[in-house]
């Protein structure tokens, strides 16, 4: 039997003296689910992969982040730079093709809503999940609900901050936006943003960041010449090329 708690710690004390005392009693094991609202910081995870019963499997942590832990994360060479085998890292990506692809089959809907949904809510769940609902009442009218759910977006004054995007490197993802808007952006094109009219950014911060979020990603190179693109998240596209 497995026992799972959600947690909010005010330090990383209070969170490593509870994984101490979690598993006493008869219960085999425990996972504890570390909210976003808490501030927890890369060395939390380092201090919690050492504690005994983590390590004996008795205890299990799952750090739940958002964009000011993955901004954190992103900064932090000394947790990137180690090898940690208890830390698994996992990408709360944006749904795949394929899998918007299975849930319209489910709903025995044409597969060509698929890109039309996928442009129209990036992927992510919270956008595409609702859309899906209402898709499943009405699969009639599915070309203009996801129509309408696209404006309705895109309209969203707090879309970008939604979506991760920081304030302050705006102008970076715009220009990256733009440069993208019909063109294949490289690595090195994505290096070369990162420096270009005085900026100062980390193409390995904002990289990992920004994949992190699921902002952008970097897909296998398929032509074998070496060539790394890197895609930007149609949704984010979008609202980076809206008017300002």
Not at 168 to 189: C, H, M, N
Request: contains cysteine.
């Amino acid at each position: 039997m497995v026992d799972v708690e959600i947690k909010n710690y005010g330090s990383k004390k209070d969170m490593l003296d509870d994984v101490k005392k979690s598993t006493k009693g008869t219960r085999a094991s425990k996972v504890i689910v570390v909210s976003p609202e808490t501030p927890w910081r890369p060395e939390w995870v380092v201090e919690a992969e050492r504690a005994s019963r983590v390590r004996k499997g008795e205890v299990r942590l799952i750090f739940v982040g958002d964009p000011a832990h993955a901004e954190e994360w992103s900064r932090d060479r000394t947790v990137l730079q180690r090898v940690l085998p208890q830390i698994k890292i996992v990408k709360l990506r944006p749904w795949a093709r394929s899998y918007l692809g299975s849930r319209l089959e489910s709903l025995q809907l044409s597969g060509d809503l698929v890109d039309r949904i996928f442009r129209a809510t990036g992927g992510w769940s919270e956008i595409a999940g609702p859309l899906l609902s209402r898709i499943a009442e009405d699969g009639r009218r599915a070309p203009d609900l996801v129509e309408r759910e696209k404006e309705t977006v895109l309209s969203s004054t707090d879309l970008l901050d939604r979506l991760g995007i920081p304030r302050q490197l705006i102008g970076f993802y715009r220009d990256l936006a733009a440069y993208a808007d019909g063109s294949t952006i490289t690595t090195t094109d994505f290096q070369s943003l990162c420096t270009f009219d005085g900026r100062n950014i980390s193409p390995r911060v904002v990289g990992i960041y920004s994949d992190l979020l699921g902002i952008i990603s970097f897909p296998p190179d398929q032509s074998g010449q070496g060539i790394r693109k890197v895609d930007l998240n149609p949704l984010v596209h979008a609202a980076l090329l809206r008017p300002e």
